[in-house]
């Protein structure tokens, strides 16, 4: 199967708290994990990405972790702030495919201030 | 330096109309992808091509078609729009095996 199924659909958070996105996939051949933000208007903007060698990645105030047993690989964005605000996406893809991406169906992010 | 950039930017067709978008990858990728993104939803995949040949298709019908120039640019084409087929286009460009990056796509709306 190609699928990847995101939640939450929306996720309101306060300034400085904690965004937690959840993604599974159920196609063990995918072996890169991308997430991408979109901002109206926008096309989609690698945000940070991670292969299943390893269980955590941090880039800055964002961190993958991933759990290749479970399938799952999650987001979470640290001190999160109105900037944030914006649609989150995770992808998955095969080395083999050609770095085709199948996505998550988004979640929508606000930060209030 | 440039990123991926498309083609037009907003494009009104009408049921029946054909279409055609382009885009332009980032200097030094040679890979280029299309996807098409409904509101509200994740992009669907529909084409990737590598050195000017068709890599892989997305589970689209006939009508969508596409191609790559020897400067790396592709075309995206669409014939007999259909209503189903307003949506946010997308072309991204990749080295080989490298992160895809996307452009800000095409708008086009079907009447």
């Known amino acids: 199967q190609q699928q990847v199924k995101q939640s939450p659909q929306s996720l309101i958070v306060q300034k400085g708290g904690i965004s937690i996105i959840n993604c599974a996939y159920e196609n063990t051949a995918f072996d890169y994990f991308p997430w991408y933000q979109q901002f109206p208007g926008k096309g989609p903007a690698l945000l940070i990405a991670i292969r299943p060698d390893v269980s955590e990645k941090k880039e800055g105030r964002f961190t993958i972790s991933f759990n290749k047993s479970a399938k799952q690989f999650s987001l979470h964005i640290m001190d999160s702030q109105p900037g944030d605000s914006a649609t989150y996406f995770c992808?998955?893809?095969?080395?083999?495919?050609?770095?085709?991406?199948?996505f998550g169906e988004g979640t929508q992010l606000t930060v209030n201030p | 330096d440039a990123g991926v950039t498309q083609s037009p930017t907003h494009l009104i067709k009408t049921r029946g109309q054909h279409v055609t978008l382009r885009c332009s990858p980032i200097?030094?990728?040679?890979?280029v992808s299309w996807y098409q993104q409904v509101l509200g939803q994740g992009p669907q995949f529909i084409f990737q091509?590598?050195?000017?040949?068709?890599?892989g298709r997305g589970n689209f019908p006939d009508r969508f078609s596409a191609r790559q120039f020897p400067n790396y640019s592709s075309e995206l084409n669409v014939n007999a729009l259909l209503l189903g087929d307003s949506a946010l286009y997308l072309c991204?460009?990749?080295?080989?095996?490298?992160?895809?990056?996307f452009g800000d796509g095409t708008r086009l709306s079907i009447l």
């Open positions: 091509y590598y050195e000017k040949e068709e890599r």
């Open positions: 992808a998955a893809s095969m080395i083999t495919s050609g770095s085709r991406l199948t």
């Open positions: 200097s030094g990728h040679k890979s």
């Open positions: 991204a460009s990749s080295g080989y095996n490298q992160p895809q990056h």
